[in-house]
Structures are given as C-alpha cells and as structure tokens.
C-alpha cells in the first residue's frame, strides 16, 4: 500500500529534506507518495510538520494517523486545538550531537575565561588562573535528550554538574534534583547555568530575577533552550549589578533578535541566531521514516508529546 506523506514545513526547506526522506523512507521497505503539497486532505496518512509551514488548521486530516515534527521544540504547535491526531517531536542524533557541541564550546568559554584575551582594549598580561572542571558548579537546566547527553559531556570534563528536571531520577554520574526546592539547590552558589527545558507555561521565566541572585556572583548563562525561559529585564539588571558575568543566548523571545534590543548593547551578552543545534535532514529523516514503520507494523510511536505536559 502506498502511504500519503505530507511535507508540511516551510517551503524552503523541501530541497534539503526532499532525498533524504525518499532514501531512508525506500530503506525503511515504506512505500510512499512524498510531497509538499495535497489536493485532498483527508487522503493523507502522515504529515511531517515544521511551524510557519502550510498547515494551521488539522480538522480536515481524518485520516492522519500522526503528526512528525521536524523540530526538538513543539511549543508553537502543541496548544493547537485542531490537532487531535499523535503529535510525535524531533529526537534527532545529529541534532543531539550539534547541542552537545555547542554547549560544551561555550561552557568551556566561560570556564577559561577566554573572552578576556580576544582583542582586549589595550595590552594586557591577565595571568589569573581559572580553576579546574572539578571546581566548578554547572546547572543544567531539563535533564530530556539534549540536557542529559549534554550534563553527561560536561561531567565527562569532569565538572562539577548538578541537573534538574520535572521529575526525580537517577543517572549515574550526575547529581540531580526535580521539582521548586531542587531548582533552588540547584541553582545555588552554580557558577554556570545551561538552560535546556520545553518553553511551557510552567517552564516561562524559570530565571527571574529571584532565581538569579541564588547563583554564584559573576555566574554565567548558556541558554540555547528558549528566550522566554529567561526574564530579560532580570537578566539585563543582573548583568548591570556584577550578579550574572556574562550570558550567550541563542534563542530569543522574539526572533530575529530586534535590532533595538536592549541585549545588543551588552558586551558581557553573547547573541547567536538560534544556531545551536539544527535538526540534520539525514538522520531526522531515518527517525521519520522508523517512526512510520513502527506505526505501520503496530509499535508504539517514538518520541510522543504528553499534550497536557506540553512537551
Ligand atoms: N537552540 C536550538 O537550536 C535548539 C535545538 C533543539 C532544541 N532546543 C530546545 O531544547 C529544548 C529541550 O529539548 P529536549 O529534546 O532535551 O527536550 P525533552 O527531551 O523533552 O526534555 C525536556 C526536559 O525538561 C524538563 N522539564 C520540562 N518541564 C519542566 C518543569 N516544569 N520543571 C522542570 N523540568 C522540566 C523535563 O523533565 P522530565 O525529564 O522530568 O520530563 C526534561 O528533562 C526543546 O524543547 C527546545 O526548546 C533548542
């Protein structure tokens, strides 16, 4: 049987993801009518979903057995009351492997202090010593795929990493703490925060003002999670005060990040274009295609969204 497969994402992204779904959808034994476009909505089995794409209003899908997203984050589509149908998000190795990367760079940034040597105002011999991974507390903020794979990287260097997550868990190797007294413990005396929790209603401004002032004076913040998880104002004030040493955020409230912004004029603030980790299209693309063939053989569905969670 030939499967209906719909591509709704923005268009400019069908050339990049057009082969590599073709190839590992025929590795998959998927037989399947691939496009970006439908003529008869409720003809379709499987949408592959990225936001700002064709796709608002899924009532007229009836027979979709589920919703892929291209994406790691789904809060633009979770709240959307048409969507009745599986909503499964993006669990990605490559991508995994992106935000892994990039937070490991900008820990150890922040750690060494390296920013202190890239063309400083006038010559200088700083020879101020940073201390090793050991002695430094790092908090990692969401302990899901990215926040776990990146705490255990960082624990790998031997930092000092305590993770937090909604609910209590063990991992070896990593101490870690769930619900509002563990974020506090968490966040106490850490010297460099990683933020990598969904954007929900529970999730907003996690670091406000309150919850900065618990970090080590001059802390740091790599928030490559979601802008709103961060109180802009607090963190602004933060800054100001000496509290917060320096932040690289790679995500934003509103994106692009508004040429006004006040963010812009923060030399200790690092901006990135929310480039951390990219969905790849040749490993997202197996996770497509497997999640199709787990559903057509009967398997439970990969990397489901708890809709009432939000995540
Ligand atoms: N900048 C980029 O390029 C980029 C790329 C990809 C993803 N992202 C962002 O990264 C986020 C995390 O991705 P992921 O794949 O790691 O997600 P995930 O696997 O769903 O993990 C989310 C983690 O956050 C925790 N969490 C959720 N709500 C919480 C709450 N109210 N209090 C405490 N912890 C809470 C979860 O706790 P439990 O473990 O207890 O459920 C889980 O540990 C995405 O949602 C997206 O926003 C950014």
Same mark, same amino acid.
Request: aromatic content about 4%; glycine content about 10%; overall charge neutral.
């Given at each position: ?6 591509f709704?994402a923005? #268009?400019?992204?069908w050339?990049?993801f057009?082969?590599p779904?073709r190839r ?5 034994? $998927? &037989?399947a *009518?691939?496009a970006p476009?439908c003529?008869?909505p !409720? ?5 592959v979903y990225?936001?700002?794409?064709? %796709?608002? *209003?899924?009532t007229p899908f009836v027979?979709t #057995?589920?919703v892929?997203?291209l994406w ?12 009745t ?8 190795p490559g991508?995994?492997?992106?935000m892994?990367e990039?937070?490991?760079?900008n @820990?150890?940034r922040?750690?060494l /202090?390296?920013d202190?040597?890239?063309r400083?105002?006038?010559p200088?011999w700083?020879v101020?010593?940073?201390p =090793?991974?050991s ?5 990692? =903020?969401?302990?899901?795929v990215?926040?776990l794979?990146?705490?255990r990287?960082?624990?790998?260097l /031997?930092f000092?990493?305590?993770?937090w997550?909604r609910? !209590?868990r ?13 974020l506090?413990?968490?966040? !106490?005396g850490? &010297?460099i925060? @990683?933020t990598?929790l ?6 907003e401004? +996690?670091l406000?003002a ?11 913040i790599?928030?490559?999670g979601?802008?709103a =998880?961060i ?6 004030a933060?800054?100001?005060s000496g509290?917060?040493?320096g932040?690289t955020?790679?995500?934003f409230?509103? &994106?692009p990040?508004?040429?006004d912004?006040?963010?812009?004029a923060?030399?200790r603030?690092t %901006?990135t ?5 990219? +969905?790849?299209a &040749?490993?997202?693309?197996?996770v497509i295609a497997e999640? $199709?063939?787990r *559903?057509?053989?009967g398997?439970?569905l990969l990397y489901?969204v708890? #809709?009432?969670?939000?995540?």
């Open positions: 049987m030939t499967l209906r497969i719909l709704a923005p #268009r400019r992204l050339p990049e057009e082969a779904l590992a959808l025929a590795e998959a034994g $998927i &037989e *009518d691939l476009d003529a008869d !409720a003809a379709v089995d499987y949408i990225a936001p700002r794409g064709t %796709i608002t *209003d899924f027979r #057995r589920a892929l997203n790691a984050g789904v809060e633009s589509i979770v709240g959307n009351l048409t969507l149908q599986p909503l499964c998000r993006m669990v990605d991508l995994t492997q992106g892994v990039y937070v490991v760079g @820990v150890l922040h750690h /202090g390296t202190r040597f890239v400083p105002p006038a200088h700083d101020r010593i940073p =090793l991974a002695e430094r507390k790092v908090a990692v =903020l969401g302990l899901g990215l926040g794979a990146c705490a990287a960082l624990a790998r /031997g000092d990493v305590t993770g997550a609910r !209590a063990r991992v070896s190797g990593l101490r870690t703490r769930s619900g509002p007294a563990g506090r413990a968490t966040l !106490a850490a &010297e925060v @990683v990598l969904p954007l929900t209603p529970a999730t401004n +996690t406000d309150g919850r900065l002032g618990l970090l080590a004076r001059g802390a740091c790599v928030n490559p979601r802008g =998880l109180d802009d104002a607090a963190l602004l933060a800054i100001a509290q917060v040493g932040a955020l790679d995500v409230r509103t &994106e990040l508004p040429p912004h006040p963010f812009w923060e030399p603030i %901006i274009p929310h480039i951390a980790a990219d +969905t790849r &040749e490993t997202s693309a197996r999640n $199709i063939r *559903d057509q053989a398997q439970p489901l708890d #809709r009432n969670a939000g995540y």
